[in-house]
């Protein structure tokens, strides 16, 4: 009983149980751990029980494996390595997954496409989570476009890995609000950023105080100079992808501006 409560706060990768325990055996554990979906845990009993419907009870449960003391202390370890490797390449594949459908879902809103509707619209606001409802689409773009031009695809993509390193440092939890790999989106060395108000509130700022200090440490942590493209304030991130317009707009206009390290397109096109 006292391990229930473990698992729901370790989140343990594997489990190594015994079957005969008192008050709950470890079948009876296993069964209430996976029909609550307290744990995904891959398990491994260890028992001198040698009867196959012990066996074929755990693997109901997804036990997996079923161990017969005694165990070899090597056999056992080799075992325990080789289902953690397992364990943690699913968990990193299933990682993809996620991110690559959430990259998905966040293209299709950028463009006005939601095809999945409030489904798409809602796994999104999940993962970025609820940072109010104000919203802007911001590019984060190199401030000489001029010398991209003689440069490989291979730089360019250097140049957007670079950037990004260099945001998530500043953004830590906020770090998947980046999107830097849609070239069909923005120009290929270019990064995108979601900004919901709550991310400046946070770090008990205002809006322009925290881009300006956003814009200022990339600037003094990059080997080349950027600038940050703001799209209009939207007032829900259902409607972003008119601020992803705007910041469209904005970088052709920026090049008619005085030089500075964010642009506003209400400032600069209303100007």
Partial sequence: KEAVEIYEQSLPDLILMDIKMPEMSGLELLEK????????AYFIFLSGYNEFAYAQKAMRYSCMD???????KEALLEQI????????????????????YLRQCIYDLLLGRQGRGDEQFSYVEAKLGQR????????????????????????????????????????LEDKNHLISNFNDLE?????????REQMALDRNRQEKQ??????????????????LLVGKEVE???KVSRSYSSACTLRSFKGFRTEKNVYYYEEEIHA
């Fill in 132 to 171: 109010g409802n104000r919203t802007r689409y911001i590019q984060i773009s190199l401030d000489d476009i001029t010398a991209v031009e003689e440069l490989s695809a291979a730089e360019r993509f250097e140049i957007r890995q670079t950037i990004t390193a260099c945001a998530e440092e500043y953004l």
């Fill in 210 to 227: 925290f881009l300006a200090e956003f814009a200022d440490y990339l600037n003094g942590h990059l080997p080349f100079s950027v600038v």
């Fill in 187 to 195: 120009e290929d060395y270019e990064v995108g950023f979601i900004y």
């Fill in 33 to 40: 751990i996976r029909t609550e979906k307290i744990s995904d």
């Fill in 81 to 100: 390595r080789e289902k953690l490797d397992l364990t943690m390449l699913e968990k990193e594949k299933e990682r993809r997954v996620q991110e690559a």
């Fill in 66 to 72: 079923y161990l017969l003391k005694p165990v070899k």
């Fill in 236 to 238: 829900s991130l259902e």
